[in-house]
């Protein structure tokens, strides 16, 4: 029973989801009561630099960075994502009414949730991989040779490729509507 | 390659309907209805990277019209307290208070006003902006001007006044400011208008009252002040109405009492004020003595009252104090008559066949029941 694929995989990711909304919700109750709402503002900008940190997975596997871990590196997207998700969730509860943003924020509730289901298939293409070789009597490291072993055909490949298609769209449109929030911040707000 | 198309495209889309409806997405929240008119011109008030600057508000909102005329150039009320707050204020600073997207009501939007932004020069003259909001009362008659003397900048009250600010002359006219807040009873009325003389000047209570300044009517007139003071008990509404008689000037208990004052009567009223301090025993409820017959004026025990001094009262003789006692308000007199024994024929002829004759005071020789024992 507990190695189960719920309660090895999709339990931890339920919580781990469950927990970011949870610890927003609270995070941003302390400041109001606290009249502390002025940190949610400047948990924009932290938040969105932890966010821009997490596409170091992304740099890592284009090869823009050639050096480290690929494994590291997922762990560090999953890390940064997930606490860049929650300080932009805070700052989404000082009530401005523009919808932009709004909208900005419920895709990145979307993208993170997609992101934990991309987690979740990647374990199990590993497991599937780690089987195979095994089979095969195949030795090598299944993380940093996880895209060469892409021949391995397998229903969770696919999965994978599906899912990508959808996330990385996703992401590029959530860019973009930070972009256009944080641009339109600096054009009609100052900084002072 | 796909994911920067898809990012650029986006980016175009949005940007293009943020600019055509920026109410819409980038607006975060309702304009004031003073500003309905340029709802969808967002640089009609903001300078672009510079967000807010006082010259936007100043090209509608005349800082001279300010609290007189409406922006379309309309004579306001008279007597409005909105000029006073803009006179003289610096022309960068409407930001200072001013804020927009909180909604359509302007109390929403007004922040706290902060005197920091003024300029030293106005900052010290209050009155400048605040004579509307002046008390007329005569405590803020003798104020010259900086509020900030007794008042913070945050809110009138509470506000701390000193005494020592005022001029040596003034501090004995506490009452042309305390007027209103001196009591109305005889005490307050009889004395001076120097509150100092009694009260602190950073609360009224604790006072201290000195009875010496009233030596010059010999402290007879107690009663004028004290009034409501005095018990309505019989034994205070007995005695004069001069209270030093009795009681200290500093407090009123413990108090002495001196029965003499009483001895025109005899001391026969004592129960018309012990009525209270009466025991319920058989001995006191039939008594009718004064209560001095056994009793010291000092304290109630010990008493002075043996019954066997005077006759051992044997188990022949537990009768009502009435039965030989037949005046109550004399106990010195009393008979041995009263009773089927001792009738009176039976008496004498007894005594007088002993040859007795002088028998009419028994308790001579019979100091108790027994008919032989003359004394014991």
């Known amino acids: 029973m507990w190695k189960s694929l719920f309660i090895q995989r ?102 993170t949730a997609s992101g934990h289901i991309g987690q979740y298939l990647i374990k199990k293409l590993k ?66 | 390659m796909k994911s920067l198309i898809v990012f ?17 997405l980038l607006s975060p929240g309702k ?81 706290p006003f902060r005197h920091a932004s003024l300029s030293p020069q ?21 104020a010259k001007g900086n509020c900030l003397e007794c008042h913070q900048t945050t809110s009138w009250k509470p506000a701390t006044f000193d005494h020592k600010s005022l001029a040596a002359s003034d501090l004995k006219l506490c009452i042309s400011c305390h007027k209103t807040e001196r009591p109305g009873d005889r005490l307050h009325q009889s004395v001076s208008t120097n509150c100092a003389e009694c009260h602190r000047s950073s609360k009224w209570k604790p006072a201290t009252f000195d009875h010496n300044k009233f030596t010059a009517s010999g402290g007879k007139q107690c009663i004028n002040c004290h009034k409501t003071d005095r018990p309505g008990d019989r034994l205070h509404q007995s005695v004069s109405t001069n209270c030093a008689e009795c009681h200290l000037s500093s407090k009123w208990k413990p108090a002495t009492f001196d029965h003499k004052k009483f001895t025109a009567l005899s001391g026969k009223q004592c129960i018309s004020c012990h009525k209270a301090d009466q025991p319920s025993d058989d001995m006191h409820r039939q008594s009718q ?4 017959t ?18 051992r009262l044997d188990s022949d003789h537990r009768a009502n104090c009435k039965t030989c006692h037949t005046d109550s308000g004399n106990y010195k007199k009393y008979t041995c008559y009263n009773c089927h024994e001792h009738s009176q024929s039976n008496i004498a002829d007894k005594h007088r066949e002993e040859g007795i004759y002088n028998y009419q005071n028994c308790m001579k020789c019979h100091r108790n029941g027994k008919a032989e024992e003359d004394d014991d």
């Open chain 1, 10 to 111: 999709t339990l931890p990711l339920s919580v781990s989801y469950l927990l970011l909304i949870i610890a927003g919700i609270t995070l941003d109750y302390i400041l109001h009561i606290g009249n502390l709402v002025w940190i949610g503002r400047y948990l924009g900008i932290t938040g969105t630099v932890f966010l821009a940190l997490s596409f170091g997975y992304s740099a890592r596997k284009k090869k823009l960075i050639t050096n480290g871990a690929l494994k590291f590196f997922l762990k560090f997207h999953c890390y940064t994502g997930w606490i860049g998700t929650l300080m932009i969730l805070v700052h989404s509860g000082i009530h401005f009414n523009a919808i932009l943003p709004w909208l900005a924020t419920t895709l990145m509730m979307v993208v």
């Open chain 1, 127 to 192: 497991e599937e991989i780690k089987l195979k070789m095994k089979q095969h009597g195949v030795n090598a490291t299944v993380d940093d040779q996880l895209e060469l072993q892409h021949y391995w055909d397998s229903l969770t490949v696919k999965t994978l490729d599906k899912w990508r298609s959808v996330h990385m769209p996703m992401v590029s449109l959530l860019i973009a509507l930070t972009t256009v929030h944080i641009l339109s911040i600096f054009f009609f707000w100052n900084w002072r």
């Open chain 2, 294 to 311: 056994c009793h010291s004026t000092t304290r109630w025990k010990p008493a002075t009252f043996n019954h066997s001094r005077y006759f």
């Open chain 2, 289 to 292: 003595a004064s209560c001095g």
């Open chain 2, 122 to 142: 106005l900052r010290n003259d209050c009155i400048a902006c605040h004579n509307n909001q002046k008390p007329k009362d005569s405590l803020h008659q003798f």
């Open chain 2, 8 to 24: 650029i495209a986006s980016a175009v889309i949005l940007a293009v309907l943020a600019m055509a409806y920026p109410d819409v």
């Open chain 2, 31 to 111: 304009l004031t209805k003073g500003h309905n008119s340029i709802n969808n011109d967002c640089l009609a008030c903001h300078t672009p990277f510079r967000s807010i600057t006082s010259v936007q508000c100043i090209s509608c909102h005349k800082q001279s019209d300010i609290g007189y005329k409406t922006v379309a150039g309309a004579f306001l009320k008279k007597n409005s307290n909105k000029a006073l707050f803009h006179k003289g204020l610096a022309d960068n600073s409407c930001v200072e208070c001013h804020t927009d997207h909180k909604g359509t009501f302007a109390k929403e939007v007004t922040k």
